[in-house]
């Protein structure tokens, strides 16, 4: 996004934003929403049935910010999941021609949304997602991330997004920047309002439409602290991580299987019962990964040391997250129920 100049007479855009008892996270994300460097629009906060002090919060900004919108949900509709709910009450509240949904934990340099605009019209995009920097306090965390980035980026193969024949899409809860008629076009959240991974299905809805869908990194522009530790990645995957295999119990167990084979696995069977020269091969592979974990920033060298555990825990975490949500018959999110028949559309 660096190299992307801002251009003259932006269109008109409204930055959509659920949260839901989000008091910790989020005055340090709506300042920099409210800072932007964007005068043609306008913040939609929809604060979802919250009970801790973030009506309070959004009541304070709203004193200092007079185009900070608050929109109250008070009931959740039935078959809908609260988030989804909340983004396409942001959608019901705007008329503008341009829509960013984001998170209410991310936080954004002033520029952000005046580039991505700027290249999502000069490049005739209709769907523009960035891909945010993700940092914890957590530095195992972290090393676990970066694993996991290349396995989501490899599943996902946003660089084939934009090409119209390929089946890749992509879809970034932190950004997705989307014009108001191809969102409507691709049938809006009301198609995708039981589903947890609703940013890569808006993804999926928007480039199955036919429409134009490109990525960006974000580097300094956008970031956020997705979770705080180990244990709060693992009960976060347990909403969506079945959801990814369409709760189809063998395709689950299937990815489960193809990140043990490929990912967990490989470098300590071929340290420890490997042969001589397999144990050079190891090395010269550790090697390489060293390399790669040192040049891409903000990773560290010794991330390389933890792709086996981080794809023991991706394995475990997805099959825990499809046994629990078999064993009790679907998910909670959020103090709602959600049953695997609803989820599937079968209710």
């Not at 709060?232 to 990815?255: D, M, P």
């Not at 790669?292 to 555990?309: D, R, S, T």
Request: contains cysteine.
């Amino acid at each position: 996004m660096n190299e992307q100049p801002i251009i003259k007479d932006l269109p008109p855009a409204a930055i959509i934003i659920a949260v839901r008892n989000e008091e910790e996270d989020l005055a340090k994300a709506l300042q920099s929403v409210c800072n932007i460097n964007y005068s043609n629009s306008r913040i939609i906060v929809v604060n979802d049935r919250s009970t801790d002090r973030t009506a309070d919060i959004l009541r304070d900004f709203k004193v200092k910010y007079p185009q900070l919108t608050i929109t109250t949900v008070t009931t959740l509709p039935e078959g809908w999941l609260g988030k989804n709910n909340a983004l396409y009450q942001g959608y019901l509240s705007s008329n503008e021609e341009w829509m960013l949904f984001t998170d209410a934990d991310v936080v954004f340099h002033p520029d952000a949304l005046s580039k991505a605009l700027s290249y999502a019209v000069v490049n005739k995009v209709d769907h523009l997602a960035i891909l945010p920097k993700v940092v914890s306090r957590s530095a195992i965390l972290n090393s676990v991330l970066a694993t996991f980035t290349v396995m989501l980026l490899l599943h996902l193969r946003p660089w084939d997004a934009k090409k119209a024949r390929s089946k890749a899409y992509v879809g970034i809860g932190a950004f997705n920047l989307v014009r108001r008629d191809a969102y409507e076009k691709a049938g809006t959240h009301a198609l995708i309002k039981l589903r947890p991974d609703d940013d890569l299905q808006l993804g999926f809805k928007i480039k199955s439409a036919g429409l134009r869908q490109h990525v960006l990194i974000g580097n300094e522009y956008v970031s956020l602290e997705w979770y705080k530790n180990l244990g709060q990645l693992a009960n976060g995957l347990l909403k969506n991580s079945f959801s990814v295999a369409n709760y189809n119990t063998v395709r689950s167990v299937a990815n489960c299987a193809l990140m043990l084979i490929f990912v967990a696995l490989p470098m300590p069977l071929m340290f420890v019962f490997g042969s001589a020269t397999i144990r050079i091969m190891a090395g010269v592979v550790l090697l390489t990964h060293v390399v790669y974990m040192a040049v891409i920033p903000p990773n560290k060298w010794w991330y390389a040391l933890v792709i086996p555990f981080a794809g023991f825990f991706m394995a475990y975490t997805t099959l825990r997250a499809t046994y629990i949500t078999l064993k009790q018959g679907g998910i909670y999110w959020r103090d709602s129920f959600y049953s695997l028949a609803m989820l599937k559309g079968e209710a």
